[in-house]
Antibody, heavy 121, light 114 residues
Framework: VQLVQSGAEVKKPGESLKISCKGS????????IGWVRQKPGYGLEWMGI????????RYRPSFRGQVTISVDPSINTAYLHWSSLEASDTAMYYC???????????????WGQGTMVTVSS | DIVMTQTPLSLPAIPGEPASISCRSS????????????LDWYLQKPGQSPQLLIY???YRASGVPDRFSGSGSGTDFTLQISRVEAEDVGVYYC??????????FGQGTRLEIK
């Protein structure tokens, strides 16, 4: 059981970006997948979650409109997308899987290795 | 937003000795419908992804040593380590999920070995 994230990215302000999180070893459609941001030297912030079974997506208010969370359940992969990056988006981004299948339980027991996104001109 | 406040922010610990971290929420994390308290604890070891230690107040996640325990009620919670080991260093976060999909973390407590 694991989540494997795409590799580190270096982008310029205004560019777009989509990072990925691929699950294996479990029935991907039945578990909520969440995204967490960690700015350098800071703590953890939830961004939003998605249920691959029906693409139900929820955002924390501060991230709504700033990013798009999506999923392709046919390849067990969730995505986090920016249409126009800013320097303040520089951070490590983690995906995580909910602990229970088919239930809205927001404890997360499987985490990806993280994707470092650097936005700099 | 439910605000989570942890104390202390830095915790020097002695191997073999107990240690505890407190977490307070700005509103109750008890769900009156099912009687569960939606408070988790995570540990982020240096250079690693976070890992789940305790969920729903007091349930240890798979593979977590029994020296870790969670307790509390309402708005006040505690993570206790009965005997600290060197491998326990890292940043500990409490997290609430009483409001579906609107989870928030505490600011983190850094445990270091004295």
């Amino acid at each position: 059981v694991q989540l494997v994230q795409s590799g580190a990215e270096v982008k310029k302000p205004g560019e777009s970006l989509k990072i990925s999180c691929k699950g294996s070893g479990f029935f991907f459609p039945s578990y909520w997948i969440g995204w967490v941001r960690q700015k350098p030297g800071y703590g953890l912030e939830w961004m939003g979650i998605i249920y691959p079974g029906d693409s139900d997506t929820r955002y924390r208010p501060s991230f709504r409109g700033q990013v798009t969370i999506s999923v392709d359940p046919s390849i067990n992969t969730a995505y986090l997308h920016w249409s126009s990056l800013e320097a303040s988006d520089t951070a490590m981004y983690y995906c995580a899987r909910s602990i229970s299948s088919g239930l809205p339980t927001m404890s997360f027991d499987i985490w990806g290795q993280g994707t470092m996104v650097t936005v700099s001109s | 937003d439910i605000v989570m406040t942890q104390t202390p922010l830095s915790l020097p610990a002695i191997p073999g000795e107990p240690a505890s971290i407190s977490c307070r929420s700005s509103q109750s994390l008890l769900d009156s419908d099912d009687g569960k308290t939606y408070l988790d604890w995570y540990l982020q070891k240096p250079g690693q992804s976070p890992q789940l230690l305790i969920y729903t107040l007091s349930y240890r996640a798979s593979g977590v040593p029994d020296r870790f325990s969670g307790s509390g009620s309402g708005t006040d919670f505690t993570l206790q380590i009965s005997r600290v080991e060197a491998e326990d260093v890292g940043v500990y976060y409490c997290m609430q999920h009483i409001e579906f999909s609107q989870m928030t973390f505490g600011q983190g407590t850094r445990l270091e070995i004295k």
